[in-house]
């Protein structure tokens, strides 16, 4: 059982790590499409990070950014695999720490879910497997190109410690690279990295072991990870629950949990027409399950739109509350419940926010009225 909430203010401070956080809210990692075709972070994106400190939350998390560029995704994502990238970032991370306030970077590699379109590389995964969520057959991952991408990982984290970060998360979620290794359904490898659970989680275990080898303990790691990918021969709870533990056990300093991928639809990362008071939380039973199940703080995300679900989440032993979408319509909406507004945020979960940062634009909120 978690023990680390013992006080339920969502405005009280907390540990976590090395960390002591002003409060208990999270800007979730959302891609945001402002990022230079190079991966170097933008002007753009100095003003939305200035805007996300100024909002309230205690720790901003990065959109996902990648650790080399077979793993590349979008045009417009950042990228930390080289100097230029990461004084770039920089920029970023001195605007964001305004406030009291923290940032982690998250990274990823998007495996078979890259574009080789942009990367000018061949799509990896763990299996050369047709799957409805890539949109091309990947080539295996031999055990050398794994080592590689595992000590990619690991460089990334200490150029964002570099920077001047205060953590990194391993995105381990969303039918990415990571998420793959762990599902049933795109891991099909018959040596030590498929087949049994330990074995599927290996590249996760040994992602985090690679990188407290290079950042050290007084340096803030985390994971998000699916818990449950909602989807026939996917991740399922009770695995996913036995990877997080021995990551604890480990060391890790915390777990986030979220849920689904792109084909999980209606429980996808992103989950639609979210209302306050009526279906907020979809993650909710894999997350109150971590919560009982693990020692170390849980972060909730997906769908938390109200201050009584904020409470709901804290009474019951999680420790952090991790919001995206409210934040890209209300940046200041924690500053206003700090300050006694009583009513939800007024992100409807549209998803049209997406619409701009796909056509190179940038994320905003586009609700209609």
């Known amino acids: 059982m978690n023990t680390n909430n013992n006080n339920n203010d969502p405005f009280s401070p907390i540990t976590i790590g090395p960390l002591t956080l002003k409060n208990r809210f999270v800007r979730s990692a959302t891609w945001d499409g402002m990022s230079f075709s190079d991966g170097l972070f933008s002007p753009a994106q100095v003003e939305l990070y200035k805007q996300l400190s100024a909002g309230g939350a205690a720790l901003l998390t990065t959109g996902y950014i990648g650790i080399n560029q077979q793993g590349r995704r979008n045009r417009e994502q950042n990228m930390l695999c080289n100097r230029k990238q990461q004084q770039s970032f920089s920029k970023v991370i001195e605007v964001a720490k305004n406030h009291d306030t923290c940032i982690q970077a998250q990274l990823v590699h998007c495996g078979g879910l890259a574009d080789s379109s942009i990367s000018l590389l061949p799509v990896t995964a763990p299996s050369a497997v047709e799957h409805p969520l890539f949109e091309q057959i990947p080539q295996a991952l031999t055990k050398n190109k794994i080592e590689m991408i595992i000590t990619d990982f690991a460089e990334a984290a200490a150029r964002a410690r570099e ?138 995300v997906g769908g938390i739109r109200s201050r009584e679900m904020v409470e709901e989440l804290l009474n019951k032993g999680v420790s952090l509350i991790s919001l995206s979408r409210p934040l890209i319509k209300e940046p200041d909406l924690i500053n206003q419940w700090q300050n006694g507004r009583e009513e939800p945020a007024t992100c409807n979960s549209c998803n049209r926010c997406f619409i701009p940062a796909f056509k190179g634009k940038g994320i905003k909120c586009m609700q209609k009225k």
């Open 163 to 300: 920077a001047g970060c205060d953590g990194v998360q391993i995105h381990a979620a969303h039918g990415y690279l990571i998420s793959q290794f762990l599902s049933p359904f795109s891991n099909q490898r018959d040596d030590e990295y498929g087949g049994s659970r330990e074995n599927r989680a290996r590249i996760l275990i040994d992602c985090y072991k690679k990188i407290r080898d290079y950042v050290g303990h007084d340096f803030m790691v985390t994971a998000k990870i699916n818990g449950s990918d909602y989807f026939e021969n996917g991740l399922e709870c009770a695995d996913s629950l036995l990877i997080a533990q021995e990551l604890a056990e480990l060391g890790i300093d915390a777990i986030e949990v979220s849920g689904g991928n792109q084909i999980s639809d209606p429980l996808t990362p992103i989950p639609k027409a979210i209302k306050a008071g009526e279906n907020e939380l979809p993650f909710a039973n894999e997350i109150y399950a971590f919560t009982e199940a693990l020692s170390i703080p849980v972060i909730a």
